[in-house]
């Protein structure tokens, strides 16, 4: 029995190799320059060294799910499947050409989902919608978004430490986000990833 049990995963993973070998191919040929230049650029960054580290969630969380893929029902939609691949195809080139890191990376979420809804049907969808859609963390942030969020966090950090500091008896003072004490000049940095 455990054999007949081995043989069918055996099948159900050939045939999903068989199947998906040529997606796979096209997504490292696609992508393998855009994350070789992150990894030489801003995967070196205390910013966005987590980089890698999502990379690796997100293949983690296709391979956990690629079993429930065969339990779906096959069902499959070309003419969506198809817009939505040529629309993020037509993103990832208007990105690459452009070097627009957010258009680039962001789609990968269409051209992953454009390949199962073609090749699958929604049901494969519905079985990674997560890992899909886990891919938009892999994109780096714009400095003006980060920025933006985090100076009225910078700002409001610097006046709290100045008044505990002040209550402890420590004689300071402040200019922006620059807090000093006696000799001694602190900044509050940037907010790291």
């Known amino acids: ?13 050939q045939d ?5 070998w040529p997606v796979l191919l096209g997504l490292v040929v696609l992508y393998y320059p855009s994350f070789r230049d992150l990894a030489n650029g801003a995967w070196q960054t205390d910013d966005q060294a987590h980089g890698p580290i999502l990379l690796a969630v997100v293949l ?8 429930a893929l065969y339990e ?4 499959r939609a070309p003419l969506a499947g198809g817009l939505v691949f040529v629309g993020g195809m037509l ?7 452009q070097e627009i890191l957010v258009f680039e990376l962001g789609s990968m979420v269409w051209i992953l989902g454009g390949a199962l ?14 890992p899909v859609m886990f891919c938009i963390f892999l994109i780096p942030l714009p400095g003006l978004l980060v920025d933006a969020v985090t100076g009225p966090l910078k700002s409001h950090i610097s006046v709290l430490a100045e008044n505990i500091l ?26 790291c990833s």
């Open 117 to 130: 809804l073609v090749s699958r049907g929604w049901a494969s969808i519905r079985v990674f919608w997560f």
């Open 60 to 67: 983690y969380l296709f391979w956990e799910n690629h079993k």
């Open 1 to 13: 029995m455990n054999t007949l049990t081995d043989n069918k995963q055996s099948g159900a993973w």
């Open 16 to 20: 999903l190799l068989l199947q998906w």
């Open 72 to 75: 779906a029902p096959l069902k």
């Open 166 to 191: 002040y209550m402890v008896g420590y004689p300071i003072s402040r200019d922006g986000v620059t807090i000093i004490i006696g000799q001694y000049q602190l900044l509050v940095a940037d907010a």
């Open 91 to 97: 993103l990832f080139v208007l990105g690459r050409s």
